[in-house]
């Protein structure tokens, strides 16, 4: 379902909203002192993170039933994503995209594609311990992984264990 005039015109303007609030909340979270991990590797196109997108909300937007029933709207009639499931713990809504491409594993209107799709899996980044998608060509790196990596060394850790510390720590380069 490759999008068209409309709909490519309102994703727009809901991406320089998305993109606007993103820098404001991730400016006031770096004011606060929080360092995100860094992103490292690479994407392989697997398309395993078009498989079930899924958005977490505010609770106002999770209780409140007119609130909630027009971002579902929102995202059914703009961004073409179907509400399969819904994660009650974590708030998360769980989306199956219709432009996404079981068969080429492709997204059929990339360039018109949300800022939420654009921003993975950099959202993973201001986690405290980042989880990425099995088979995901990208890794989190810890901030501070070189002076963890010296110390670490300095200590004379090596070999197998300065391995598993390292996977372990988010420390691969
Ligand atoms: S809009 Fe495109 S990039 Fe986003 S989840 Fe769907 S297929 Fe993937
Ligand atoms: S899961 Fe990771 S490697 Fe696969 S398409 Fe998404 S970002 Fe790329």
């Given at each position: 379902?490759?999008?068209?005039?409309?709909?490519?015109?309102?994703?727009r303007?809901?991406?320089?909203?998305?993109?606007?609030?993103?820098?404001?909340?991730?400016?006031?979270?770096r004011?606060?002192?929080?360092?995100?991990?860094r992103?490292?590797?690479?994407?392989?196109?697997?398309g395993?993170?078009?498989?079930?997108?899924?958005?977490?909300?505010?609770?106002?937007?999770?209780?409140?039933?007119?609130?909630?029933?027009?971002?579902?709207?929102?995202h059914?009639?703009?961004?073409?994503?179907?509400?399969?499931?819904?994660?009650?713990?974590?708030?998360?809504?769980i989306?199956k995209c219709?432009?996404?491409?079981?068969?080429?594993?492709r997204?059929?209107?990339?360039?018109?594609?949300?800022?939420?799709?654009?921003?993975?899996p950099?959202?993973?980044?201001?986690?405290p311990?980042?989880?990425?998608?099995?088979?995901?060509?990208?890794?989190?790196?810890?901030?501070?992984?070189?002076?963890?990596?010296?110390?670490?060394?300095?200590?004379?850790?090596?070999?197998?264990?300065?391995?598993?510390?390292?996977?372990k720590?988010?420390?691969?380069e």
């Amino acid at each position: 379902m490759r999008d068209g005039f409309i709909r490519r015109a309102l994703k727009r303007i809901a991406l320089l909203f998305f993109q606007v609030n993103l820098r404001a909340s991730r400016a006031v979270a770096r004011f606060r002192g929080d360092k995100p991990f860094r992103l490292g590797g690479a994407c392989r196109g697997c398309g395993k993170c078009c498989e079930s997108p899924g958005i977490q909300v505010g609770r106002l937007v999770w209780y409140l039933p007119t609130l909630r029933n027009a971002f579902l709207a929102w995202h059914r009639h703009v961004n073409g994503f179907e509400l399969i499931d819904r994660d009650i713990r974590h708030r998360v809504f769980i989306f199956k995209c219709h432009h996404f491409d079981w068969e080429t594993r492709r997204c059929d209107s990339y360039d018109t594609r949300p800022g939420m799709c654009r921003d993975y899996p950099r959202n993973q980044l201001w986690q405290p311990n980042p989880t990425f998608l099995e088979g995901c060509g990208y890794k989190a790196i810890h901030p501070n992984a070189s002076k963890f990596l010296e110390s670490l060394k300095e200590e004379g850790l090596e070999g197998e264990a300065l391995e598993k510390v390292k996977e372990k720590l988010n420390l691969l380069e």
